[in-house]
């Protein structure tokens, strides 16, 4: 399967742990994004990457949120000390810059359920 | 106001029916729109990107109405695996450095029924 994956599909944690999803772009995808979505809304923007750079992060990222993208390849969000707000489905999505109307495809995402 | 507003629904039509959906926006700097569609508890796949002359795709067709600042989804002959969410998404580049704002909307429910 060559799409954007996921890891890991699902993710119970108490209020408090620490969570880290990963994201595997598609392999020539240069850009990456992190988005949010609860129930009955759109995903929320969260970061974007060009290659290894993160070049915007919104303001929805609290600074409980990290996001890094070492190599310019896979990328990593990190939640700390984390909140019931927090329950989210989280989903990445990569595109190639290659003018504007690039695609963003869509990885399966990760819900994530804070107790 | 919401830079990328729609009715949330949920529609109900008949299979074969022509149905519509339109999204306003709200910054008039916005370049690109797009419709997603959404699975439930799935991700969304681009449906189709609209262009400002218009454009069709089989049964959708898009639409551009840049000085009022909305874009519509039609669907004609409504088919069963319609059935989703659609959502509305706004691109505005910002600045030189090639990163382009993306803003979903909150979806319409489309649910079409035997």
């Known amino acids: 399967d060559t799409g954007v994956s996921q890891d890991p599909r699902h993710k119970i944690t108490k209020r408090g742990q620490n969570v880290t999803f990963r994201c595997d772009p598609i392999s020539e995808h240069n850009r990456l994004y992190w988005y949010r979505q609860t129930l009955g809304q759109g995903p929320e923007f969260l970061t974007y990457?060009?290659?290894?750079?993160?070049?915007?992060k919104s303001r929805l990222l609290s600074d409980r949120f990290s996001a890094e993208r070492p190599k310019g390849s896979f990328s990593t969000l990190e939640i700390q000390r984390t909140e019931q707000g927090d329950s989210a489905m989280y989903l990445c999505a990569s595109s190639l810059r290659q003018g504007h109307l690039n695609e963003q495809f869509f990885g399966p995402g990760t819900r994530l359920t804070v107790l | 106001r919401k830079e990328v507003e729609q009715d949330p629904g949920p529609f109900n039509v008949p299979e074969g029916a022509t149905v519509a959906f339109n999204c306003t926006y709200s910054n008039s700097a916005s370049q690109s729109f797009f419709w997603y569609r959404q699975d439930c508890r799935k991700e969304p796949k681009l449906l189709m990107s609209?262009?400002?002359s218009g454009n069709e795709d089989g049964r959708f067709t898009a639409q551009l109405n840049r000085a009022s600042q909305y874009i519509s989804l039609l669907i004609r002959d409504s088919k069963l695996s319609d059935s989703a969410t659609y959502l509305c998404?706004?691109?505005?580049?910002?600045?030189?450095?090639?990163?382009?704002?993306?803003?979903f909307g909150i979806g319409t429910k489309l649910q079409v029924i035997p």
């Open positions: 990457f060009q290659n290894e750079a993160q070049l915007e």
């Open positions: 998404v706004v691109r505005q580049l910002m600045g030189s450095g090639g990163y382009q704002k993306v803003t």
């Open positions: 609209v262009y400002s």
